[in-house]
């Protein structure tokens, strides 16, 4: 018997990605945004402090992500 991969029923798939064409692909497919706008205003600021303060490691930082849940990555209903 020839193996087959245990798709498309087991798996589940969420992509990283800014493309608002997933969301009207069929399957829609789930995607995690790291909020383009956002993030680079994080890290512009964290440039400027380390060219301001060369002799200062920057802080840590926690850059936020969005996850929009689609139905590439749920189960169906049984």
Do not use: G
Request: hydrophobic content about 45%; overall charge negative; some cysteine.
């Amino acid at each position: 018997m020839l193996w087959r991969p245990p798709f498309p029923d087991d798996l589940l798939l969420v992509c990283a990605s800014e493309d608002p064409a997933l969301a009207v692909a069929d399957p829609s497919v789930s995607t995690v945004s790291l909020v383009p706008r956002h993030t680079a205003a994080i890290t512009i600021a964290a440039l400027v402090d380390l060219a301001e303060r060369p002799d200062r490691s920057p802080a840590p930082t926690v850059v936020p992500a969005r996850l929009d849940i689609r139905a590439s990555s749920t189960r169906p209903a049984v």
